[in-house]
């Protein structure tokens, strides 16, 4: 699901293409990000720049399934690094 990669990006914040990438790399091993940031932006999920080198989380609020993966991917990501999940 998308929403858990649109989850990880941060808010409000202008992301060059590469930064978009290294968030992606940190929560999948697909390969391709440039399909990802296309289906994001395809979804409404990100917006880009015209020249496609410059990308925004639009903010939304998620469906309510992809609000319990984004908090069970939320909590799985904590936990890989010794955190507590903080509800």
């Known amino acids: 699901c998308l929403w ?6 941060p ?7 590469r930064a ?8 999948h091993s697909f390969g391709d990000p440039a399909l990802l940031r296309r ?3 395809g979804l409404g999920l990100v917006e880009r720049d015209p ?4 990308y925004r989380r639009i903010e939304r609020r998620p469906p309510p399934e992809a609000r319990d993966l984004i908090r069970r991917t939320g909590a799985l990501r ?4 010794g955190e ?3 509800r």
């Open 20 to 27: 978009v990438n290294a968030h992606l790399a940190t929560l």
């Open 78 to 81: 904590h936990s890989q690094r």
């Open 39 to 41: 289906e994001l932006s």
């Open 11 to 17: 808010a409000e914040t202008d992301l060059h293409e």
């Open 51 to 54: 020249q496609g080198t410059r």
């Open 84 to 86: 507590r999940d903080v």
């Open 4 to 9: 858990a990669l649109w989850a990880a990006l």
